[in-house]
């Protein structure tokens, strides 16, 4: 199931990948589709985190010749590893592993696309009816419930984690009309109660009344005050 969620956003993404033909069950190759790109993508499924030398080796071994006689290959390949968590409380046991293969730059870009069977199934249920990942990520109400429970199991979670892992995704923007810096500023003032107290400022630095001078004769109110 997790991957097919992700051919579909692979392919749905700005560099339309498509997957080439393989006979391996655990790993995918993509190319890019799009004539502005020249990126490939490798996808593994693992039950364990290997050390990168053997994520090197396995994948140097089993990569279509095709591939590797391709120049842009070797620089512009990300591989993400699909590794399943019993729960995300678990996280901690494999962090520094995770840590090891992200941070290795030798041969492949790595990433690992951690994941538990409950975050799979509601990420599937949420897809079945009708909704899709790009407008999940931008849920302002299931990004604040997330940020408050970033260990709680649930679709955003788990689409979150996709646009971290695969960097060529981006999150979609959301257009909105921003509020005039003026009145944002007259509201902070009214709320403050210190409208009066502007006012005062700047009615002396209209009639002509230095800066340094209005500024010293109000600290020297407060100060007595």
């Known amino acids: 199931m997790i991957k097919k969620i992700i051919q579909?956003?692979?392919?749905?993404?700005?560099?339309?990948?498509l997957q080439l033909e393989t006979l391996l069950e655990d790993l995918a190759f993509y190319k890019a589709d799009h004539v502005s790109y020249q990126r490939f993508l490798v996808v593994l499924e693992?039950?364990?985190?290997?050390?990168?030398?053997e994520l090197n080796e396995y994948i140097q071994g089993n990569t279509p010749q095709s591939l590797l006689e391709t120049p842009?290959?070797?620089?512009?390949?990300?591989?993400?590893i699909l590794f399943r968590l019993d729960s995300l409380t678990k996280l901690h046991q494999y962090e520094h592993k995770i840590f090891d293969i992200e941070e290795n730059a030798y041969s492949l870009k790595k990433h690992v696309l951690?994941?538990?069977?409950?975050?799979?199934?509601?990420l599937k249920q949420y897809l079945d009816t009708g909704g899709s990942i790009e407008k999940l990520i931008t849920e302002p109400e299931s990004f604040n419930h997330y940020k408050q429970y970033p260990f709680k199991?649930?679709?955003?979670?788990?689409?979150c984690r996709l646009y971290v892992k695969f960097p060529f995704l981006a999150v979609p923007a959301k257009e909105a009309v921003l509020t005039n810096a003026n009145q944002l500023a007259d509201?902070?003032?009214s709320e403050q109660k210190l409208s009066g107290f502007y006012n005062s400022?700047?009615?002396?630095?209209?009639?002509?009344d230095g800066y340094q001078e209005v500024m010293e004769e109000l600290i020297n109110e407060?100060?007595?005050d």
């Open 222 to 224: 407060q100060m007595a």
């Open 114 to 122: 951690y994941y538990t069977e409950a975050e799979l199934e509601k």
């Open 72 to 80: 842009t290959f070797a620089k512009n390949t990300d591989l993400v």
């Open 153 to 159: 199991e649930s679709a955003f979670s788990l689409a």
């Open 8 to 17: 579909k956003v692979v392919k749905g993404s700005p560099c339309q990948f």
């Open 187 to 189: 509201q902070f003032l």
């Open 201 to 208: 400022i700047e009615l002396q630095l209209t009639n002509g």
């Open 46 to 53: 693992s039950d364990k985190l290997s050390t990168p030398s």
